[in-house]
């Protein structure tokens, strides 16, 4: 079983940053390809960035820009970096690992992103 633990979240002012973390830990036998969703109440759960096993990124297009996905070097962390935080991108946050080479998904709890004057 593989856990993902979040952090980094918080409320910040418009056009502030946040850098949100998702650590993988327990039986990775795989490659990871990774992506950060988001969701507010009511609405789906949408993906806002990704990065593959093999490194290619992907962002929506109200995101480009303004955050950017990376992972560490054992590729068991991703990362959001996330610049120029405006109040439509409040929401809950969550990491997604789902294997490269296995049908596996796996979920993080989550993380508030508050974005207000």
Not at 34 to 55: L, Y
Not at 81 to 92: G, H, R, Y
Request: glycine content about 12%; charged content about 15%; some cysteine.
């Amino acid at each position: 079983q593989v856990q993902l633990v979040e952090s980094g979240g918080g409320s910040v002012q418009p056009g502030g940053s946040l850098r949100l973390s998702c650590a993988a830990s327990g039986r990775i036998s795989s490659p990871f390809n990774w992506a950060w969703h988001r969701q507010v109440p009511g609405k789906q759960r949408d993906v806002v960035a990704s990065i593959t096993s093999g490194g290619t990124t992907y962002y929506i297009d109200s995101v480009k820009g303004r955050f950017t996905i990376s992972r560490d070097n054992a590729k068991t962390t991703v990362y959001l970096q996330m610049d120029s935080l405006k109040p439509e991108d409040t929401a809950m946050y969550y990491c997604r690992a789902s294997g490269a080479l296995n049908p596996v998904t796996y979920w993080g709890q989550g993380t508030q992103v508050t974005v207000s004057s």
